[in-house]
């Protein structure tokens, strides 16, 4: 029921930083998550970071930690993924998804099977 549209992908340098923002229509419940994917030619889909719309409490993959910061609006139904420090193994297509549970503070929340709404992603390119 939930629709997501992400923007704010684009090109940049090493070293550079990009804003995404997952905008959300429709009813989304107190115990829904929003998490960030990302896949990479050649590569598995990957869980980035995601976060409650609850408490917003967050959880990051390490390869992440540190440079990207996850956070929610949840008067306008949007959450960012603040990325600085950008690495060409960023470079992917990134999606925004959600799905209705409880934070676990483990791997598993990171999990796509646990995401049952996705948008169709915006592309993420960072040159050397």
């Known amino acids: 029921q939930v629709q997501l549209v992400e923007s704010g992908g684009g090109l940049v340098q090493h070293g550079g930083a990009l804003r995404l923002s997952c905008a959300a229509s429709g009813f989304t419940p107190d115990d829904y998550v929003i998490g960030w994917f990302r896949q990479a030619p050649g590569k598995e889909r990957e869980g980035v970071a995601c976060?409650?719309?609850?408490?917003?409490?967050?959880i990051y993959r390490d390869s992440v930690k540190g440079r990207f910061t996850i956070s929610r609006d949840n008067a306008k139904n949007t959450v960012y993924l603040q990325m600085n420090s950008l690495d060409p193994e960023d470079t992917a297509v990134y999606y925004c998804?959600?799905?209705?549970?409880?934070?676990?503070?483990?791997?598993?929340?990171?999990?796509?099977?646990?995401?049952?709404?996705w948008g169709q992603g915006t592309q993420v390119t960072v040159s050397s």
């Open positions: 998804a959600g799905g209705q549970f409880v934070l676990y503070y483990s791997d598993y929340d990171l999990d796509w099977d646990r995401y049952d709404d």
């Open positions: 976060i409650s719309r609850s408490d917003g409490g967050t």
